[in-house]
């Protein structure tokens, strides 16, 4: 043991249901236009898609 007897604990939680993915799809709304190929129009396909949405 050291000389300081400090413990570390990580807590990495799972995925959860939320209500956000349907809020964010609903703000971004259904087309991005011209933004289809940047960033913007990728989170708005992954938000679209009910297949990624987490268990639980």
Do not use: C, Q, W
């Not at 971004?28 to 992954?46: E, F, K």
């Amino acid at each position: 043991m050291g000389l300081f007897p400090i413990s570390v604990t990580v807590v990495e939680p799972g995925r959860a249901r939320t209500g956000f993915r349907k809020t964010a799809a609903m703000r971004l709304g259904s087309d991005v236009g011209p933004h289809g190929g940047t960033p913007i129009g990728g989170l708005r396909a992954y938000l679209a898609n009910p297949a990624a949405e987490p268990p639980g």
